[in-house]
Each structure stands twice: as structure tokens, then as C-alpha cells.
């Protein structure tokens, strides 16, 4: 730390010249002089004047030839004092405004700078905080100044007694709790002794949740490595134990008991090989292959493949789709990828004689699909969890649908929004950019 003092004007010197002796000495020599030459002068100039008329003009030449020496010597002196003296009060005016400034300076850095600062005496009792610190507290500085730090602040107050200069703690602030930044220096007199400490503080509250949003996506980044490389690696034996079983059920007579069991080995491989296929899905970098093609069509066909379930659900199904066809630059396979998710979702959220109605509508240089369901909608604090990876309410879900759909879609410039409908269930909406072919 640098001590700094600041040194205002200087003291007027005498000097030999201006002592009063030695202009008394001065004036004395000056008298003796002319009174010599007077009396030589007086004596034989004017031999008859009388005693009185000789004192007279004794006097009247000692004033005219003394007046420069009384001008040189007590005069001037005393004039040049007075001019000196009026330079240091305008110094002293000056170094004053100076002061001011500089104070009325460090005032306004201390209310608008965005940290806290806090001066407290070396018993830390609170001399000064700032604009920041009354804010950041929800007190008023009256309030503050004389208060304890330990009372205002006790999360800093025990790590410095800790002997901690600088940390992150937490801090009860005037609203919640929040992460501060804070650093202590003490601060000294010009003889060495403590003065009383000065402490610094930030909220960085909203940089540790970065850091750790960070740190967890760098943890999620190699858990999809990890993840990728597992799904890889089971693909091709997952192929295997499925060949071997088409082979084994078509080669064996098997009994009814028997083929049930083959038929949820089957089940269960397709389940494998679904997670497996959207594993590598979510893991893999999203690459388009864009081609121009109808979209009316790619949506009817992902309908026929849900139509299965749509039956069995005997699910009331509306279409609001445009007549003719609507061509749009897009990758079809990843779309309709998105839209059979969308709507196997909307199959499973409704009850058995529930409805889906799907809308396609264009507007401008986009495109919408809307999936509409009688479903018992989302809940408001899932409302964005749907689209994380591993997010499922469902007990064979894989949490991993709407997660690469909302991926294909924002790899197309779209979007994937979900909303819940005000009579209830859940809307979908998939909005695409119709592209060159519009
Ligand atoms: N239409 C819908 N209505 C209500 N909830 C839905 C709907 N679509 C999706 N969800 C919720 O979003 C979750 C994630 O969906 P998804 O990513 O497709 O994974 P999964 O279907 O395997 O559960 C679902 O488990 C469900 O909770
Ligand atoms: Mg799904």
C-alpha cells in the first residue's frame, strides 16, 4: 500500500535584511551620516541663522535625505511582506479549491462505482460506506456509519478475522443471498500505526453461476463423448443378438409360451436400438442435407406413421392443412424426424378418445406446424426442461426426443416452442424458414 501526504503552502521566512535590529542599526548609521555633514555644513553655510531656525533645517534635510533610506529600508520591506503574504493566502485559496475538487472527485467515484466500499476503524466500526454498500444492504448511510461490520456484514467480518484479505462469501443482502467478492487492506498513518481497514466488494453472483453453467456444460460436453462412444460401440452387437434372434424364431417351432418371450426380445431390442439411434443423434453434429420438397406430404406421412397409435387410442384427429402442396428447402429426413416426435408426444399425452388437431400454416418467409393435444399440458416450471437431454416424465421415455428436435430445428434457423393451451393440454409449435424454393 502507498501512503500519501499532501503538503499545503509554506511559511513566510525573515530574512537578515528585513530584521527590525538591523534596520534600526540602519537608520541610526543613516542619521549619524547626514547629522555629521549637517552640522559641517550648517556651521559654515549659514554661520548667523539662530539655534532655532539651524534646528529647523537640520530637521528638513535629515527628512528629505532620510526618505529614500526610509522608503528602501522600512517602506519596502514592509510592502514586499505584504505582497508575499497575499501570494501564499491566494497559494493557501488555491491549494484549498484544489482540495475540494479532488474531494467533491473521490465523492462522485465513490457513489456511481459499482463495488462496495467500506472504511471501518481498527476495532471495525464502519467510518464510511458508500452509495453502493447502502444499497446493496437496503440501509441508509446514517445507519451504517458507527455500526459494527460484524452485525452489517458478518460474512466478511469472519473471514477477515480469519485472517482472510480476499474471498468469495456469501452475503445476506437487502433482497437475497448473494455471492460477493471482497478484499481488505489496511489502511495507516504517516507514523506506521493502523488507521482501520478498507474493504472492497462485488456481487458476483451472476459470473459464479456462469462458471458453473459453464463447468457444467464442459461436464455434459464429455459425458456426450462418453455417451457417443457407448452407443457406437453397442450398435453393432445389438444388430447381432437381433439377427440371431430373427434367425433362432424362424429355425425353432416354438411353443406360445416361448414365442411371447421372443416377441419382447424383439420389443425390447427395437426399444435398445431407438435409444441407441437417438444417443448418436444427439451426440453427432447436426449436418443437413437440404433438398426442396412438400411439406404437406412429409407431415401426412409422419401422421401414417403414428397412425397405428392414433387407432389404438381411438384418438380424434383434425387436419388443418393447405390444399395444394408447400415446397420448402429443408432436410426432410431430420423434419420429418421432428414432426413423428411432436406427434408420438401428443399420442401419448392423450387419454384414450382424447383429441390432436395438427395446423400448417405459412406466414411470410416461415413456416408453422402446430400439434395441438387434450393432454394434461405441461407444467409451467417444465415448460423449457422438456427440450433437456435425459428430461422424461414417461417410464420407458429416453428424455431424448425433444431435445434433437429443437437441435434439428435451430439447425434449420427454426424454432420448436411449447405452450399450454388455455382450455387445456399442450401446443407445439415447429417453425421452419421455407427457404429458396419459396
Ligand atoms: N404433448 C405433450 N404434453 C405434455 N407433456 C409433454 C408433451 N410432449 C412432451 N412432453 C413432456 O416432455 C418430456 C420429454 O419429451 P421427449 O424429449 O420427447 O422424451 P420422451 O418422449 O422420451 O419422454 C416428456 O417425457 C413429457 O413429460
Ligand atoms: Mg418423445
Known amino acids: 500500500m502507498t501512503e500519501e501526504t499532501v503538503q499545503i503552502g509554506k511559511n513566510a521566512q525573515t530574512t537578515w535584511k528585513t530584521a527590525p535590529t538591523w534596520i534600526f542599526v540602519e537608520i541610526m548609521l543613516a542619521i ?216 433362432l424364431a424362424m429355425e425353432l417351432k416354438l411353443t406360445a409360451p416361448q414365442k411371447e418371450l421372443m416377441n419382447s426380445l424383439f420389443t425390447e431390442a427395437r426399444r435398445m436400438n431407438h435409444l441407441v439411434e437417438e444417443l448418436l443423434d444427439c451426440s453427432k453434429e447436426m449436418i443437413l442435407k437440404k433438398t426442396p420438397f412438400d411439406l404437406v406430404k412429409a407431415l401426412n406421412e409422419s401422421l401414417s406413421f403414428n397412425e397405428v397409435f392414433i387407432i389404438e387410442k381411438k384418438l380424434n384427429l383434425q387436419k388443418r392443412l393447405p390444399d395444394g402442396e408447400l415446397t420448402v428447402v429443408a432436410d426432410p429426413e431430420r423434419v420429418r424426424q421432428v414432426m413423428v416426435n411432436i406427434l408420438k408426444n401428443a399420442v401419448d399425452a392423450t387419454a384414450t378418445g382424447g383429441t390432436i388437431a395438427v395446423g400448417l400454416v405459412k406466414t411470410g418467409g416461415d413456416v408453422s406446424i402446430h400439434v395441438t393435444d387434450s393432454g394434461p399440458g405441461i407444467a409451467d416450471d417444465a415448460i423449457e426442461k422438456i427440450f433437456d437431454v435425459f428430461y422424461t416424465t414417461k417410464k420407458h421415455g429416453t428424455g431424448l426426443g425433444l431435445s434433437i428436435s429443437r437441435k434439428i430445428a435451430d439447425a434449420h434457423d427454426g424454432a420448436l416452442t411449447a405452450s399450454n393451451n388455455a382450455g387445456g393440454g399442450a401446443t407445439f409449435t415447429f417453425t421452419l424458414p421455407v427457404g429458396a424454393a419459396a
Open 32 to 247: 549619524f551620516i547626514v547629522e555629521s555633514l549637517d552640522m559641517v555644513l550648517l556651521h559654515y553655510a549659514f554661520p548667523s541663522l539662530s539655534i532655532f531656525a539651524k534646528v529647523v533645517l537640520d530637521g528638513l534635510i535629515l527628512l528629505v535625505f532620510l526618505s529614500p533610506a526610509l522608503y528602501l529600508l522600512i517602506l519596502k520591506p514592509f510592502l514586499r511582506q505584504n505582497e508575499e503574504r497575499k501570494r501564499y493566502e491566494a497559494d493557501l485559496a488555491d491549494a484549498f479549491a484544489e482540495l475540494h475538487d479532488r474531494n467533491r472527485f473521490i465523492e462522485s467515484i465513490l457513489t456511481h462505482i459499482q463495488s462496495g466500499i467500506i472504511v471501518t476503524d481498527p476495532d471495525m466500526r464502519i467510518n464510511l460506506a458508500n452509495d453502493y454498500v447502502s444499497h446493496f444492504f437496503g440501509r441508509n448511510s446514517a445507519e451504517l456509519i458507527g455500526a459494527e461490520l460484524a452485525e452489517v456484514c458478518p460474512g466478511i467480518f469472519a473471514s477477515i478475522c480469519a485472517g482472510i484479505d480476499a474471498a468469495e462469501v456469501a452475503v445476506n443482502s437487502s433482497s437475497n443471498y448473494l455471492i460477493v467478492g471482497f478484499k481488505r487492506v489496511d489502511l495507516k498513518r504517516v507514523d506506521g500505526t493502523l488507521a482501520g481497514h478498507i474493504i472492497t466488494f462485488v456481487d458476483i453472483s451472476e459470473i459464479i453461476k456462469f462458471r458453473n453453467e459453464m463447468r457444467k456444460k464442459e461436464r455434459l460436453a464429455t459425458m456426450g463423448e462418453v455417451v457417443a462412444r457407448v452407443a457406437h460401440e453397442m450398435r453393432n452387437p445389438l444388430f447381432g443378438i437381433t439377427a440371431a434372434a430373427q434367425i
